[in-house]
């Protein structure tokens, strides 16, 4: 029975999250997706990242994150400016990107209160473990 697979029920867990992450962000009205946000906030953090550094951070494959980007740029969410080498382009968050930023950061927090609803500190200590563990087992051997 697929239900008693441990990878099923993960899989479930976060399929279900993102769309109630996703409705939050439709109901308060916010032109943005999930992932749309995650790359906005990558960015805030890492300005320097190459597309295939961003796609690493967020799982997203080069295409999906080109176009990510492009909606980013086309809402100002983003501006784009040359490095300093020269050969790439520097993307930056705007202040319409900060702005959206500081709009749905209240709904994530309620978001991830919500999921975890029910699990103790411990729990959640525990589960941010056994989840590392897994994907440490899933990485590719030096």
Sequence with gaps: MLSSIVFYSLDKAIKSYRQMAQA???????AITIDQWLVLQVLLEHDDLTQAEIGMRVFKDQASV?????????HGYL????????????LRVSAAGEQMLAAVEP????????ALQGLS???????????????????PPD
Excluded: W
């Design 66 to 74: 080109a176009r990510i980007l492009r909606l980013l740029l086309g």
């Design 24 to 30: 939050s962000l439709d109901a308060a009205g916010l």
């Design 107 to 114: 709904l994530v927090l309620n978001n991830r209160r919500r």
């Design 121 to 139: 500190p411990a729990d959640t200590e525990l589960l941010q473990r056994l989840l590392e563990q897994i994907s440490a087992n899933c990485a």
């Design 79 to 90: 501006t784009e400016e040359a490095a300093p080498d020269g050969r790439r382009r520097r």
